[in-house]
């Protein structure tokens, strides 16, 4: 006789806010990837000049729309829903030192302990990747200055390498028209270790984003707790009260 199913009762968990960002976010960072990849190989693909301008142009304007959705979501962890904020994400605080408590008592007893928001390992993980995201957008607004004149750093940056203010104006990417030599090397010099970050987190948040991908897909595999489809929905399914409700 087979054992009668436990009945599933939905919780409501994320705000459409949260699902909002979290959708958007996902494009923005496949196209980053995608045209990033295209401009790191520009010189095997054989993408002439005016065409390696376009590609960073493109994904400038991309690395706006995911930067301000950024910015969203980290004010909107100060103001938003319960599960939405610093308070429940951030891996610090007493809730969290009892969170985690409980989650490796269950792990010892062989019992399998539901959260309703981020489990205490995903709350590192999430952190991590808020980390790097910002690391990325901030880095990516000083390149975007510095490489092809966009702003909001831009402007400034043309005052910076102009050879005299009368030739601001003429200053455009890849070309020297205007530019006076030692101020464009001082800029590139002042460049580099924002490239330098953004070059290497690039594939630190490659590395992170498929961990995160796995940790999802094993959860969802293993606590059924609709994990995934909770991002569309907003809400979560389990047998029995997660520890982190009222």
């Not at 990837?33 to 095997?44: P, Q």
């Not at 961990?211 to 389990?238: D, P, Q, W, Y």
Request: net charge positive; glycine share 8%.
């Amino acid at each position: 006789m087979k054992q009668q199913e436990q009945k599933l009762t939905a919780y409501p968990v994320w705000d459409k806010a949260v699902r909002i960002f979290h959708w958007v976010n996902v494009l923005c960072v496949l196209g980053l990837i995608a045209v990033g990849t295209v401009i790191l190989n520009s010189k095997v693909l054989g993408v002439t000049t005016d065409g390696k301008i376009l590609l960073k142009t493109v994904h400038v304007y991309i690395g706006y729309l995911f930067a301000i959705n950024l910015l969203w979501r980290i004010v909107w962890g100060f103001i938003g829903s319960r599960y939405a904020r610093w308070s429940s994400i951030l891996p610090f605080g007493a809730d969290y030192k009892s969170q985690l408590s409980t989650m490796i008592a269950g792990a010892k007893a062989g019992q399998q302990v539901g959260f309703l928001g981020h489990n205490p390992i995903a709350r590192l993980m999430i952190s991590l990747l808020f980390l790097l995201l910002s690391l990325q957008a901030v880095t990516g607004l000083v390149l975007a200055g510095t490489d092809v004149y966009m702003p909001p750093f831009g402007n400034t940056i043309k005052q910076w390498v102009a050879a005299d203010p009368s030739t601001i104006t003429t200053i455009q990417p890849y070309s020297k028209e205007g530019v006076d030599e030692v101020a464009y090397k001082e800029m590139r010099d002042f460049r580099k270790p924002f490239i330098t970050a953004h070059y290497y987190t690039f594939y630190i948040l490659l590395a992170v984003v498929l961990l995160h991908l796995l940790g999802v897909i094993v959860t969802e595999l293993r606590e059924r707790n609709s994990l995934v489809s909770a991002m569309f929905t907003g809400n979560k399914m389990f047998a029995e009260k997660p520890v982190d409700t009222d």
